[in-house]
Structures are given as C-alpha cells and as structure tokens.
C-alpha cells in the first residue's frame, strides 16, 4: 500500500512538477523522442541475432541481392529469372536492396525495413492517441501494449525481413487517415489516406485492402457521412491507388506473359478459394492463435472485459473506439472466411487491438474519476508485458519444421566462423535440400565480408584435406571417405576429409 502511494503520488507528482517549466511544444516532442527511442530499442535489439529462415524472409533476401545485380527495381527475380512465386509488388525488396548496398549483406540489413515500419507505427499510433485525447501519457499506452505482442514484435512481423511489418504500418496509417478524414473533413488526411494506400498495395498487393470492408461498413453506418459520396475527391483518393496498382500489375505481365495468371493463383482466388500448400485451419483460427500461442498475450482477456464494460456502462461513446472495433472485427472475419490460414496474416490487426485497448484503458480511467489503482494496474501489466517480450519472445520464434532447423543452424555455424575463423580460408557444403534460399544468403554473405570461398559441391568430389559442411546425418553415414568431425549444430556437421 505504501509502494502504491509512493508510486503514484510522489513519482507523478514529481514528473509533473519538472514537465510544468516546459512548455507544451517542447513536453510533445519530448515525450514522442521518448516513444520512437523505445520503439528503437524495442524492435531493434537482437534483430540480427537469429539466422535468415528458410522460407519467406529468406526468398526476399536473394530477391533483394539479385535486384543489386539487375538494377530492376520493378521486377523481382530468383535464380536470376523472374519470380512467379513471389508475385507481389517490390517495394519491400526495393527497400532491402537498398539496405544491402550501403550497409552490407546481412541479417540486420534484411530487417532494417521492418524495423523501421514497426517504429513509424508506434508514431503512428501515439499521434492518433494525442490527436483524440490531448493526454501524454496516455498516447504512449498504445506503443508500450504493441511492443508486448509477440504477434507483432516476433516472428514473421516487426523482427524479420518480411512484408506483414511494412503493411501493418501503411495499413494502419490509411485506416486512421480515413477516420480523421470522416471526423474532421480536412483534405490533408484524404491525401495522407491515399498516399498510405498506395504504399500499402505496393508492399503487398491486394492484401493492403483487408480494412476495406470495415471501412465500407463504418462510413455507411454513420449517415452524416453520405454526403461526402456526392464530392469526386473521395473517389479520387480511393481510385487512384488501386488504378496505379493495376498499372504496375500490367507492366509484370507485359514484361512476363503469365504474370497474371500467377498473381491469381498465389494472391488473388487461390489463397482465397482453396487452402495453398496445406496452409487450412477452423474458422476461429486466428482467435485460437490468440491464446494459444499468446500472440496478444493476456490483453485478449482483458480486451472484452473493458468492451463490455464500455458498451453497457460508459456514459459517452466514442467514435473511435466504435471504428476501431468495426475494423478489427471485419479484418478477422475476412481473413477467418478465406480457406488459406497461415500464422502471420493477423499481423494487420495488433497495431489496432493495441490502440483500441489504450482507448479504453484512458476512458475507463477518466470514468473512475483517475483511481490510482487502476492507473497501478495498467502500469504493472505494461511492465509485465514487456518484462516478458525482452526475456522470453523476441529471440526463441523461430519455424519448427526439421528443414527449417536445419537449414538455420547451417547460417548459425557460418556467422561462427566468420567471426572465429582467419581470412582465405575454404569451405564446401552440401545440402540435400533443392530449395535453399537461406543457405545461398549466407554464401552471398560469407563472400561479402571475408576473403574466403564457400563453394557447393557433392560430397564424393571433395578433396583430401578440405573442410565442408553437411547438412543432414545421413550423408555424413554415407561418405565411403575418412573424415573427422569438427564441429556440429543439430542437423549440421563441420568436417575434415582425411
């Protein structure tokens, strides 16, 4: 009880008394430096401690070395041909190309992008906060709540060189850009609007229009709205976008015939209509990820409860929070209907569980007339979240699958010898994978940085005296040559032919 009282009353309190010679332009920015500095150190400590996975973020990364190599910013290629797998816009991999060349060819460079989204979205966030509420403290909640989701600060999002990180921040920055425009009627959130979709259909093609549907139904359910219908510059900004989307698509098929057959299958109808490459799951999947695997952590408990409370006991709704809700709810919805289900398509919506939670967390506070232990409560679970995110999260999410494991703990061995071992040195490796994107960064990266040779060759044709690794058990059983092992990483075997 003491601790309760000295907390708040004396620490407060002393904030308040040091922040009251400032004046309130100069308390703004420094309390939003304070927010982008922890959103620096949020996202970005150990970003490039974990080894490049096998799949997606590895794809981006070599599609990014080859558009060094190409100078084609437009198209993206693999194995130097042109990527019908990857069919989506190359604003991301544009960014991390850019990455590479002038801070080398590596781990943290792949993921400078999504860094760099996850801090422009906690801005993001706290300026929407302020522009409603006027509170400082307050308008931080939101960034502190979003730093303590896994789903979003983990795996395939804010701490990998993937697309979801770079969506979320555009996707979220139109949303909220479209509500002030609605609120307000001032044509420069029309226009943040639409330069924030466009970005978002650049970075991920259709999927940047999953909060159309929340925001069709929002601005139809307010019917002061409607008259805005009758003004060309809302069609504009919505048009405008899709129709520079729908350019770029047929500038790809003009270069590639079958460019849009692709984009069917790997975007449009085909993850929409039938579940790709296994990726199905109930309709209440991502609910289920919720919990499961505590991708929003105990705020999924609390979000109802507070909703609850705010729909049948606050005194003055809010539009925000009723828009907020109305978008994540028709975001899920939409994703939940589409038969393909993969972990990470949520990513979109924790920017907006977050700052929906900090909405309620201030109005229920200002409802029990500012009760200290309330104020404790959120503070204490804000600690604990994050507690939790530094301690336990953002280093262990990794892929599970025994070909992903593999194939990382061989980039883990090469970042050990780049740092251990002396320059001109040689290495071989083998792999009985065919698809091994991660596999070929790290040569790409082992070459950048030293002077050595890292070449793929079969096992048989290694020479007596080289060094090489193998990347499964089994073709260590099969060598018919003596050998010594000089290292090994699970699935990865260092060796020595003799």
Sequence with gaps: MLLKIFFYKYIRALV??????????????LVLSIVTLVSVIGYGLFLGDNPIVMWDESRQAMNAIEMLDHKNIAVTTFNHEVDLWNTKPSLLVFLQAF??????????????????????????????????????????????????????????????????????????????????????????????????????????????????????LYFFLKPNNFALLKKPRLYVATLLPILLLIAYYTYREYQTLGYFIALWENELGGRLGQANYGHSGPWFYYIKNFWVLQRAWIWIFILPILLLWYAFFAHKKKSEIYFLTVISLTFLAFISIAQTKIVWYDVPVYP???????????????????????????????????????????????????????SNDFGAMVNTILLSEGPHKSYLWFSVFDYRPNMDFYVKKYKEYTSHKLEYKEPHFWPIGSEGFLLQKKLLDSLTVNYKVLDSNNGVYKIKIQ
């Excluded at 308040?16 to 920015?29: A, D, G, L, P, R």
């Design 352 to 406: 907006v569980l977050a700052l929906l939670l900090a909405f309620l967390f201030f109005h229920f506070y200002s409802y029990s007339r500012n009760n200290k232990a309330f104020f404790i409560l959120v503070v204490g679970l804000l600690f604990g979240g994050l507690y939790k995110a530094f301690m336990f999260d953002i280093r262990k999410e990794l892929p599970n699958c025994k070909e992903c494991i593999e």
């Design 16 to 29: 308040n008394q040091y922040f009251c010679f400032v004046s309130s332009k100069y308390y703004y920015f």
């Design 99 to 216: 990455c590479f060349k002038y801070f080398g060819i590596n781990e943290f460079s792949l993921r400078m992008p999504s860094l760099f989204a996850a801090i422009f979205t906690s801005i993001i966030l706290f300026l929407f906060m302020y522009n409603r509420t006027k509170d400082y403290f307050w308008s931080a909640i939101p960034v502190f709540i979003l730093l303590a989701m896994p789903g979003f600060n983990g795996y395939h999002a804010a701490r990998t060189g993937d697309f979801d990180a770079l969506l979320s921040c555009f996707m979220i920055g139109y949303a909220l850009a479209f509500y002030l425009y609605l609120e307000y009627r001032a044509i420069q959130y029309l226009i943040l609007f639409s330069v924030f979709l466009l970005l978002a259909l650049f970075t991920k093609g259709v999927a940047a229009l999953f909060f159309a549907p929340g925001l069709i």
